[in-house]
């Protein structure tokens, strides 16, 4: 599997993992019925490419705007094969999208952050729009 | 000395040697090794209840957090979108208001404006007056046009409101912004001059008259020329406008009396 897209709904966001690439997106809001089966499938697909590439670089870009605690979560499960990665020597940089003024999420970004020692972890404002 | 049974030496040798004792040392210390293996088997076991309490009680969090949110978000859902209805209808109500401002303010116009010439109705025209002669020196013009029946009767209506027309035109061109001309009614109008003496006054209405005097009515066939007399009053410290108005319309008939097409201003031209 080299591309997952999953069209943002009112509750998960929109999904983008081309692992082709090596640009793995998710934009929108994120508290989904069953975060298990929404996020159990990308987890999977992660760990599957992880182990089987080559190390290339990967770029992963969060932009929620809102997320509840089983996203919080489903978040972790995502960045820790990332940093493991990261510390085996795979170059990847987590981008954590936040729009300008909204403070929650930002400090949010601060809070995962703080779990990456070799990964790059780039806290970026987006503007007003 | 003691005598000993056999028995007793047979244990004290056991006491003493066996020739199974390293074999007897590693039984004892597994036997050491077994109980502590057990503690430790004991521990992990605790430790794994202990880890799957805390897991159960973390799930239960993270549920009760989730459906938490969920209502919190919902709520916030409904506040963007009540938000958005207000402003709906706020931007909904100023356009309203705009839209009547513009015609109250059209209205108004219409109210304060004569149809026909442009010039000031009379109750425009009275309440600028009533704030001018309140505010200190000021004059006041009667202006009336000379023969008007005459032109209505022998050109026609059509005429006659050209005539009009014209007039006006002519006494707006020639006053200042802040003067206050009107139409009081028929041929008929007047003009209020703040901060103007009876001299200065008197050459304002010295200027309309032979403006008036040069301007041609066109008609059908030529043009038709027009006269006007003005009775004019300075204002007196004290008098009302009602008094003034009095005092205007006497010189405006002095000025008619007198022959037409001129100024009459009692201040200046002698009682």
């Known amino acids: 599997?080299?591309?997952?897209?999953?069209?943002?709904?009112?509750?998960?966001?929109?999904?983008?993992f081309d692992f082709a690439t090596g640009r793995l997106c998710l934009r929108g809001e994120s508290y989904p019925e069953d975060a298990a089966a929404f996020f159990g499938p990308l987890l999977q697909a992660l760990r599957g490419h992880l182990g089987a590439s080559e190390p290339e670089p990967i770029t992963f870009e969060v932009a929620l705007a809102y997320f509840n605690s089983s996203s919080a979560k489903a978040l972790m499960n995502l960045f820790m094969p990332l940093e493991d990665a990261a510390a085996e020597g795979r170059p990847v940089t987590i981008r954590w999208l936040y729009a300008a003024g909204d403070e929650t999420i930002a400090e949010a970004g601060e809070d995962f952050a703080a779990d990456f020692d070799h990964a790059r972890f780039e806290l970026v404002a987006e503007g007003h729009s | 000395m003691p005598q000993r049974s056999a028995t007793g030496l047979k244990h004290?040798?056991?006491?003493?040697?066996?020739?199974?004792?390293?074999?007897?040392?590693?039984?004892?210390?597994?036997?050491?090794?077994l109980s502590r293996l057990s503690e430790v088997a004991e521990g992990v076991q605790e430790l794994a209840g202990a880890y799957r309490r805390g897991t159960r009680e973390q799930r239960r969090l993270v549920r009760m957090s989730d459906r938490m949110q969920l209502e919190l978000q919902r709520v916030n859902q409904r506040m963007a979108e009540q938000q958005r209805e207000l402003q709906a209808l706020n931007e909904a109500l100023s356009g309203e208001i705009e839209h009547r401002t513009r015609l109250?303010?059209?209205?108004?116009?219409?109210a304060d404006t004569d149809h026909l010439t442009g010039a000031l109705t009379r109750r425009r025209l009275l309440e600028i007056g009533e704030r001018i002669w309140a505010s200190g020196p000021a004059c006041l013009l009667m202006l009336d046009l000379d023969h008007f029946k005459h032109i209505n009767d022998g050109h026609g209506h059509a005429a006659g409101d050209a005539a009009l027309v014209i007039f006006a035109s002519v006494c707006q061109t020639s006053l200042r912004p802040c003067d206050a001309f009107g139409?009081?009614?028929?041929?008929?109008?007047?003009?209020?001059?703040?901060?103007t003496d009876a001299a200065a006054g008197r050459a304002v209405a010295?200027?309309?008259r032979r403006a008036a005097a040069e301007a041609a009515v066109p008609l059908e066939m030529g043009s038709l020329s027009i006269s006007v007399s003005v009775g004019l009053a300075a204002s007196r410290a004290g008098e009302t406008l009602a008094a003034a108005l009095r005092r205007a319309d006497a010189a405006l008939y002095a000025a008619k009396a007198g022959g037409r097409n001129r100024v009459w201003c009692p201040e200046t031209d002698g009682a």
């Open chain 2, 183 to 195: 139409r009081m009614g028929g041929e008929e109008f007047a003009a209020f001059l703040p901060e």
């Open chain 2, 12 to 33: 004290a040798v056991e006491d003493n040697f066996s020739l199974f004792d390293a074999e007897e040392a590693i039984i004892g210390r597994t036997e050491v090794m």
């Open chain 2, 206 to 208: 010295e200027t309309l």
């Open chain 2, 104 to 110: 109250e303010a059209e209205l108004r116009r219409l």
């Open chain 1, 1 to 16: 599997m080299s591309r997952i897209q999953i069209a943002a709904t009112e509750r998960s966001p929109q999904v983008d």
